[in-house]
């Protein structure tokens, strides 16, 4: 890898860190082409420390490692994207991010359609909301919705009509997730099942 240390007067470039799996940025450091040797080295992250004025393993003290999994570098040669597996929380101050955010999987606008079955499961009228009436009515009724927009969706397999078929299975995606918070779970339950499968 070819990677241009000579554009900082210090020899130090970028080096942002990023959670393999999340893909959740976990924080920012520098490296120097030695921090860079040892991470190669050791499989685990270190950089080079601007106010300590020396290399640093990150978890050195803490144990919160961060386990190498793949570097790329940029189209300038000059800022590397680190992908680890982390080993407890990233940041000093006892937080998964230097950002203080949560590192979790988040399936953008699925994720967030989750959220909102959470609500109005728990915040909204059953009269007023269509989710509300559903949980209102339990689990039987969920789990019979599921199956109806699942016939639906093999009935839509069979024809031609693509919106129809897009249609139910977007019908059936969102009730299965009525039917995971109703069971306590939420999608990355099965997420981690299939990963576990994976050979």
């Not at 499989?43 to 793949?70: A, H, M």
């Not at 009935?155 to 139910?168: G, P, V």
Request: aromatic letters at 8%.
């Amino acid at each position: 890898m070819n990677i241009d240390f000579s554009k900082s007067a210090h020899g130090l470039i970028p080096a942002i860190i990023q959670d393999s799996e999340t893909k959740n940025v976990l924080m920012l450091g520098y490296m120097n082409a030695e921090a860079y040797q040892k991470t190669i080295d050791t499989q685990k992250v270190t950089f080079y420390s601007r106010s300590k004025q020396r290399l640093w393993t990150k978890g050195e003290e803490s144990g919160n490692f961060l386990n190498l999994i793949d570097i790329k570098n940029d189209c300038d040669n000059d800022t590397l994207l680190i992908q680890v597996q982390p080993v407890g929380p990233t940041c000093h101050k006892g937080t998964d991010t230097c950002w203080a955010t949560e590192n979790k999987q988040d399936y953008g606008f699925i994720s967030n359609l989750e959220e909102t079955i959470k609500t109005r499961r728990q915040n909204a009228d059953s009269d007023k909301s269509y989710v509300a009436s559903l949980f209102k009515l339990g689990i039987n009724k969920i789990a019979q919705k599921v199956g109806e927009e699942a016939v639906e969706v093999v009935i839509e397999a069979k024809d031609d009509n693509d919106d129809l078929f897009l249609s139910e299975g977007a019908d059936l995606l969102f009730h299965y997730l009525i039917l995971l918070q109703a069971k306590g779970f939420q999608l990355n339950d099965v997420v981690e099942v299939l990963k576990s499968r994976q050979k």
